[in-house]
């Protein structure tokens, strides 16, 4: 049975920290590229970051770059966002995913529209102003 299980989401001060997780079971982590999504009420799903499987190459959306990190603990499978200098909004429900497809790839972001294999069900972050 295939879980993908994130955890670490709450209430912030604007300026603060978290880190998001996403604990991973079921297939094989190491063969699967990692994205990081958000969807905040009312706007579409936003690709916030993307580790790649092969080198775990990063890539960021210009809203996050300098703030948020994304990382991969293969031999646990688990993946990480640590996110900081939070602002307001970044308040949204924030998913991980797992696909085969790569996150980049010759100037275009691929990972911004995944249809991904698995999907977490998601973990609220909200960052009060």
């Known amino acids: 049975e295939v879980q993908f299980v994130e955890s670490g989401g709450g209430l912030v001060q604007a300026g603060g920290s978290l880190r998001l997780s996403c604990a991973a079971s079921?297939?094989?982590?190491?063969?699967?590229?990692i994205g990081w999504f958000r969807q905040a009420p009312g706007k579409e799903r936003e690709g916030v970051a993307c580790i790649s499987s092969s080198d775990s190459s990063t890539y960021y959306a210009d809203s996050v770059k300098g703030r948020f990190t994304i990382s991969r603990d293969n031999a646990k499978n688990t993946a990480y966002l640590q996110m900081n200098s939070l602002k307001a909004e970044d308040t949204a429900i924030y998913y991980c995913?797992?696909?085969?497809?790569?996150?980049?790839?010759?100037?275009?972001?691929?990972?911004?529209?995944?249809?991904?294999?698995?999907w977490g069900q998601g973990t609220q972050v909200t960052v009060s102003s």
């Open positions: 079921g297939f094989i982590f190491d063969d699967y590229g």
């Open positions: 995913a797992a696909s085969l497809e790569v996150c980049y790839y010759s100037g275009t972001y691929y990972y911004t529209k995944w249809d991904a294999d698995y």
